[in-house]
């Protein structure tokens, strides 16, 4: 099972992106999927997550100007970036909760995809 991110880019302060984060593989399910992201700093923060029923949560910094979705037939998970400011500029990592074969639960992450917003 892996997941595979796509959508990063280079846009200027004010634009929008697109993130997307597939899952694929053999599993049951995927539960909870989540966004975090790491900048120049080297931390790696949460940045939203997602249920499967499509309840979301957003850190502070983000709410209101990014949106993140999924599309459970398609075991995708989206972060669409509004008024993105070169603070947002980072590495962006998924990764989702996984149910696999004999219900056996795990974390899996994504590649990566960097997002630089320029001022």
């Known amino acids: 099972v892996q997941l595979q991110a796509s959508g990063g880019g280079l846009v200027q302060a004010g634009g929008s992106l697109r993130l997307s984060c597939a899952a694929s593989?053999?599993?049951?399910?995927?539960?909870?999927m989540t966004w975090y992201r790491q900048g120049p700093g080297g931390r790696r923060d949460w940045v939203a997550d997602?249920?499967?029923?499509?309840?979301?949560t957003y850190v502070d910094s983000v709410r209101g100007r990014f949106t993140i979705s999924r599309d459970n037939a398609k075991n995708t998970v989206y972060l669409q970036m509004n008024s993105l400011k070169p603070e947002d500029t980072a590495v962006y990592y998924c990764n989702a909760d996984i149910v696999g074969i004999g219900h056996k639960a795990y974390t899996i992450w994504g590649q990566g995809t960097l997002v630089t917003v320029s001022s």
């Open positions: 593989g053999t599993f049951v399910t995927v539960n909870s």
């Open positions: 997602i249920t499967p029923r499509g309840i979301t």
